[in-house]
C-alpha cells in the first residue's frame, strides 16, 4: 500500500521570501505521478504542479518547483516569492496505476504581509 | 465549459437519515471517483466510476455506502442511515479517459459538506 506523509502540519513565510514544504513517499511502483494541491478556505482543490517518475528533471510552474529525489522518496514544494494568495493548505499526493491518488495530512501554510 | 459540479453544496442530516451527494463531471469525462476529507485530514479515495460500472470500491466502507454513475445523470454517493462519524466534505473528481495512461488531468469538484447532527 502506498503511503504519503507531510511532516509539517504548519508552516509560516514572510511576503516575497521562499518557503519549502515536505513530503515523502512509500511504493513499490515503478512508474507514478506525483502532486502538489493547493486548498484555500473556499475548499476547492487546485493542482499546483505534478511529477512523472521516470522524468529526473524537476517540474516547474512559475513560482512552483519540486526538489524530486526518486531514491530518498522524497517530493518537496519549493514556493517563491510567496504572495499573500498562496495562504492553503497544501497537499502531496501520489497516483500509481490503480488511477486512485494517495493524499499526504496536509501543510497549513501561513504567509505573513 | 463547466468544471465538475457538486451538490448540494452544504447538506445537514440527522442521525439514521440518508445523505445522496450529485456529482456531474466536466463535459466529455467519463470517469468519476469519490474522496473524503474528514476534519483535520487529506483526502481519502472512496472509489472509482466509468459510466455504468464500478471499476474500483477498494475505500468505500463496506456497510450504508453505495455508488452510482448511471449511464445519464450525476453520479450518486449515497449514504443510509448516517452517524455522526460521516460528517465531512465529500469530493468528487472527473477525468476524460482511463488515467492509467496518466494522460488526462483530475479536476475536482468544490466538495459536498456533509454535517450529521
Known amino acids: 500500500a502506498q503511503t504519503v506523509t507531510q511532516s509539517q502540519p504548519e508552516m509560516s513565510v514572510q511576503e516575497a521570501e521562499t518557503v519549502t514544504l515536505s513530503c515523502t513517499y512509500d511504493t513499490s511502483e515503478s512508474d507514478y505521478y506525483l502532486f502538489w494541491y493547493k486548498q484555500p478556505p473556499s475548499r476547492q482543490m487546485i493542482l499546483v504542479i505534478r511529477q512523472e517518475a521516470y522524468k529526473q528533471q524537476n517540474a516547474t510552474e512559475n513560482r512552483f518547483s519540486v526538489n524530486f529525489q526518486k531514491a530518498a522518496k522524497s517530493f518537496s514544494l519549493k514556493i517563491s516569492d510567496s504572495q499573500l494568495g498562496d495562504a492553503a493548505m497544501y497537499f502531496c499526493?501520489?497516483?500509481?496505476?490503480?488511477?486512485?491518488?494517495?493524499f499526504g495530512e496536509g501543510t497549513q501554510l501561513t504567509v505573513n504581509p | 465549459n463547466a468544471g465538475v459540479m457538486q451538490n448540494p453544496r452544504h447538506l445537514v442530516r440527522r442521525r439514521g437519515q440518508e445523505a445522496r451527494l450529485r456529482c456531474s463531471p466536466m463535459k466529455g469525462h467519463s470517469h468519476v471517483y469519490w474522496y473524503r476529507q474528514l476534519p483535520e485530514e487529506g483526502l481519502k479515495f472512496m472509489v472509482y466510476?466509468?459510466?455504468?460500472?464500478?471499476?474500483?470500491e477498494s475505500g468505500m466502507p463496506k456497510e450504508r455506502f453505495s455508488a452510482e454513475f448511471p449511464k445519464e445523470g450525476p453520479s450518486i454517493l449515497r449514504i443510509q442511515q448516517v452517524v455522526r462519524g460521516d460528517s465531512a466534505a465529500y469530493f468528487c473528481?472527473?477525468?476524460?479517459?482511463?488515467?492509467?495512461?496518466?494522460?488526462?488531468?483530475?479536476?475536482f469538484g468544490n466538495g459536498t459538506r456533509l454535517t450529521v447532527t
Open positions: 499526493a501520489q497516483e500509481t496505476s490503480g488511477s486512485r491518488l494517495t
Open positions: 473528481a472527473s477525468s476524460r479517459e482511463d488515467r492509467a495512461r496518466h494522460n488526462s488531468p483530475l479536476h
Open positions: 466510476l466509468q459510466k455504468e460500472n464500478i471499476i474500483d
